[in-house]
């Protein structure tokens, strides 16, 4: 079923990624981590859909969404990045792999964030407190941290920031690999939440399923 969706206010999170917020639809539900399809509705881009993950809460009156633009490239999400108040999009039912399994390690790289965002959101709201989850966040650059301050604030969650492609004395220049895990994972019994570019989830799958994280332990989905 295909879903008209009107444009409330769109604001920046960083240079790059915007804050969408749209009219929820009459009984339209969704879980967190759960993602649709998005198509403008306009002449020439109704047919050129993109996966974007719901980053509000089931239980609020609008629907929210943290979208990267590519500006280089004329495609939809250029697009996006220049919707006004108003303006219309499609989308259809919602869906996704990531799902809440409880505390434990949450792995991103880049706009991998963003089925993060509303589970950890929902869970600080239900319980007050994140204890006994950790988030890792991989970005490029200090300005490509999505909701930086959001996550530091978070009661309880154990947030690790880290860039790999500049020096800063603020964080470590550091990719997540296994040398990294092992530097700052205590517990491998925990669900395991990986999202990010396709070669950083395969590589992290492999390397956490050789420290003997398997089945529904592991959650991942490419960004």
């Not at 409330?8 to 539900?29: A, K, M, Q, S, W």
């Not at 399809?37 to 047919?47: F, H, I």
């Amino acid at each position: 079923m295909t879903h008209r969706l009107t444009l409330r206010r769109i604001e920046p999170v960083t240079h790059d990624v915007n804050r969408l917020v749209f009219d929820r639809p009459d009984g339209y539900d969704f879980t967190p981590g759960q993602a649709t399809l998005m198509r403008l509705d306009r002449d020439g881009w109704r047919d050129e859909e993109r996966p974007f993950t719901f980053t509000s809460l089931p239980g609020e009156d609008r629907l929210e969404f943290i979208i990267k633009s590519y500006p280089s490239h004329d495609g939809v999400t250029a697009r996006i990045g220049a919707l006004e108040p108003g303006d219309q999009v499609l989308i259809g039912e919602p869906w996704g792999a990531i799902e809440d399994r409880g505390p434990g390690c949450f792995i991103a790289g880049g706009a991998g964030i963003t089925p993060f965002i509303a589970i950890l959101r929902a869970r600080a709201a239900r319980e007050g407190d994140l204890g006994g989850s950790m988030l890792i966040f991989a970005n490029k650059a200090e300005r490509d941290i999505i909701l930086r301050q959001e996550w530091l604030s978070l009661p309880g969650l154990n947030t690790i920031l880290t860039v790999t492609d500049e020096a800063t004395d603020a964080l470590p220049n550091r990719r997540v690999d296994g040398d990294f895990l092992d530097e700052v994972v205590a517990d491998w019994t925990q669900p395991f939440y990986v999202c990010g570019p396709p070669p950083m989830v395969e590589d992290l799958t492999r390397t956490l399923e050789a420290r003997g994280v398997t089945g529904r332990q592991l959650v991942t989905e490419e960004a």
